[in-house]
């Protein structure tokens, strides 16, 4: 009787231990990919600045854009960098439990004329859409894989920095083969260089001046606008975007919650987020009701309404 209760006991011990990885991913980090909740996530808190000595209101999140089920699912808040504070980088907050990823693809990025799921938005998609935002590099510089639709247009490359979005639209970020992998969840992964930001610091060896390891600047200039995007403990997404150093942006997305991290794409042409606020819950988003993150932002909120718009990109819509 004593073995049968220790066997029972040991039992009900490994299925518990088979549902928290199933669970929490490394780190502690909510795993996308299982049920996903209805629920919001609490609210973010307000940012520590890296200097007081500015006007306030910045590193304070406000509640923008589309709401869902009466939620606002995306908070906006601007941080001036250290050492540069006339410099002013950008920070979205996405609540993944009330937001669906979606990856849109193109033909310059990653190439490729059999899309379903490109530009322009469609006016179906335009009714749930919340948010959307640049993808990486294109694929010679991105020194990764790319995966949509069913189609390996590049190969995954284990520890490469990974965009990993699930059949029901949940997503995570993290090191192919380490913190994500393939399960038949799986439908995109977009990679990109290696991790930026891991176990919630800036990775060993970043130098301030660069301008090649992390992606070739224009005109060798160090303060180029460059886009991250992080996965925070609770399993929301935080995009950042600004003028300033690989050094900045990974500082600047650590402050914001990311434990792990990775870049996007980077130059005036490339970087953009927008969110968008139809007149009613469930209007169209369209260029007229859209909004830069940031004011630097060459691009505008039309960008991913353009039929001409070649390369990939991500869209966050109402969970439906």
Do not use: C
């Not at 300033?244 to 991290?261: E, T």
């Amino acid at each position: 009787m004593e073995v049968r209760r220790a066997r029972r006991a040991v039992v009900v011990l490994a299925t518990l231990a088979l549902t928290l990885v199933a669970t929490w991913g490394p780190g502690g980090v909510a795993s996308a990919g299982s049920a996903r909740p209805r629920h919001p996530l609490p609210a973010p808190t307000n940012l520590t600045p890296f200097t007081a000595r500015y006007p306030g209101g910045l590193g304070i999140y406000r509640p923008v854009g589309r709401r869902v089920d009466g939620h606002p699912a995306l908070y906006v808040t601007w941080l001036r960098l250290p050492g540069h504070p006339s410099t002013v980088a950008a920070v979205a907050w996405m609540d993944t439990h009330l937001l669906r990823a979606q990856l849109y693809s193109g033909s310059l990025s990653p190439g490729g004329l059999f899309w379903h799921h490109t530009a322009p938005v469609s006016p179906s998609a335009a009714r749930t859409l919340v948010a959307a935002f640049n993808g990486g590099f294109l694929m010679k510089d991105a020194h990764g894989g790319y995966l949509a639709e069913g189609h390996l247009v590049a190969p995954l490359v284990r520890g490469a920095a990974s965009l990993v979005i699930y059949r029901d639209g949940s997503v995570n970020v993290g090191a192919w083969g380490v913190d994500v992998g393939m399960t038949p969840r799986v439908v995109a992964v977009r990679q990109n260089l290696t991790l930026l930001v891991d176990h919630a610091r800036p990775v060993p060896g970043l130098v301030a001046n660069d301008v090649s390891r992390w992606g070739s600047s224009l005109n060798n200039v160090v303060d180029t606008p460059r886009s991250g995007l992080g996965v925070t403990r609770d399993g929301a997404l935080v995009y950042a975007e600004g003028p300033m150093s690989i050094v900045d942006l990974a500082r600047v997305l650590v402050r914001a919650g990311a434990v792990r991290a990775m870049a996007l794409d980077m130059n005036p042409f490339w970087t953009i987020f927008a969110y968008y606020s139809p007149a009613s819950p469930t209007g169209l988003a369209a260029p007229g009701n859209g909004h830069r993150l940031n004011s630097t932002m060459v691009q505008s909120p039309d960008r991913f309404f353009q039929a001409s718009y070649a390369r990939d990109f991500v869209t966050m819509s109402a969970v439906g």
